[in-house]
């Protein structure tokens, strides 16, 4: 076993009467309380077979030291965002499909928050935008994250490691990633191969499971459309006879899909809207969503198809056994579904999909996100 590393920790304080005071009428030791030495075990070497790390610990344990004398040329320092510019024109590669691949990653899949300044958006959306220009524009094949997940509330922290997790060991980002905070709530979301605790300075390879997310999706009124409709990227209209439903987690709305009759045949449906909120984004909530509703329209005699130009429901759908491929428009102005046409936008793949399988009863149906 490799010989533990110490780590010296040290605080300048300038000398002063009211220092030495307080010195004097508690019995601080001030010297002895300015500076600390920990031993830590040797984390895993880059060169090893891993993909994410995590380095955790309560506050003042050491954490960004460690990460500092271990990592100071990976260390991610943060990045002067623009207040003007877009958050998409702030990437340095020209290329916008890696871009968008790389928001996604992170779980941060709305197109109309991507044409927005960093300084507009919400804490969530502002942590995943560092998260992907980390990992994207960072050089090396190492991106350490210090106060990871700091700034955001612990839901929004637990399913952005979720979508961090899977987006990584896709391995469409060829990079190891390590993160640094004093939270141990996120450790089972991010499924790291090891961690680091500095409570106990003992690293620990770990084989982690991330926990389910359980959705409760029921029919909802059109009014509740308000709380999803400016995350929307495409028209925020909802047509007037869509039947809507909700996904609700731990009673909170967190997804939402409209159904409209497929105009011209029978017992045939297409999802016309669907919308996970942004501080959802990225833990699969979206594919589990729109499964079920294949299985709701299976189950009451239809069909049911998609047509989307969103780049995460084209992978979803493209990757799943449960849909098929109808057509594929690229560059026009609208696509066509069964002879009908909706609207797109010129340059963009506009994909059709039908949903093919009942699902009840498989066991690929009991993931990670279950609903009912």
């Known amino acids: 076993m490799s010989e533990q590393i110490t780590i010296n920790l040290t605080t300048s304080v300038q000398n002063s009467f009211r220092v030495q005071q307080i010195g004097g009428l508690f019995d601080v030791p001030i010297e002895q309380k300015m500076s600390k030495k920990i031993l830590i075990d040797p984390p895993p070497a880059q060169e090893e077979d891993w993909k994410i790390g995590l380095i955790v610990g309560p506050s003042g344990s050491g954490k960004s030291s460690t990460a500092k004398m271990l990592y100071s040329a990976e260390l991610y320092q943060g990045f002067s965002w623009s207040s003007t510019k877009a958050i998409v024109d702030q990437f340095d590669t020209p290329e916008i499909k890696k871009i968008i691949k790389a928001l996604n990653i992170v779980g941060f899949s709305s197109p109309p928050s991507w044409l927005k300044p960093y300084s507009v958006l919400s804490n969530g959306e502002k942590f995943r935008c560092d998260l992907a220009k980390a990992l994207l524009d960072s050089s090396g094949d190492l991106v350490v994250f210090d106060e990871y997940t700091s700034v955001v509330d612990r839901t929004v922290a637990k399913v952005c490691s979720a979508a961090v997790a899977k987006g990584l060991k896709e391995d469409f980002i060829r990079k190891k990633f390590i993160a640094v905070t004093c939270h141990y709530d996120i450790a089972d979301w991010l499924e790291p191969d090891w961690i680091l605790d500095l409570a106990t300075g003992k690293v620990a390879r770990r084989s982690l499971r991330r926990p389910d997310i359980k959705l409760d999706i029921v029919r909802v009124p059109q009014s509740l459309w308000t709380l999803f409709a400016k995350h929307h990227y495409l028209s925020g209209s909802l047509g007037t006879n869509s039947r809507c439903f909700a996904a609700f987690w731990e009673g909170t709305p967190v997804a939402f899909a409209a159904l409209l ?25 979206g594919s589990a969503f729109v499964n079920t509703m294949g299985d709701l329209c299976r189950e009451e005699g239809y069909r049911l198809n998609i047509t989307t130009s969103h780049p995460a429901m084209i992978r979803h759908c493209e990757k799943s056994p449960f849909w098929r491929t109808i057509s594929v428009r690229k560059g026009i102005s609208s696509s066509c579904q069964f002879g009908k046409k909706y609207v797109g936008s010129a340059g963009r793949a506009v994909v059709s999909f039908e949903y093919t399988a009942d699902r009840t009863g498989d066991p690929c149906n009991s993931g990670r996100v279950s609903s009912h």
Do not use: C, H, N, T
């Open 261 to 285: 009759p497929l105009l011209g045949f029978k017992k045939r449906r297409r999802i016309s809207r669907i919308v996970v909120l942004p501080d959802y984004q990225g833990a699969g909530i």
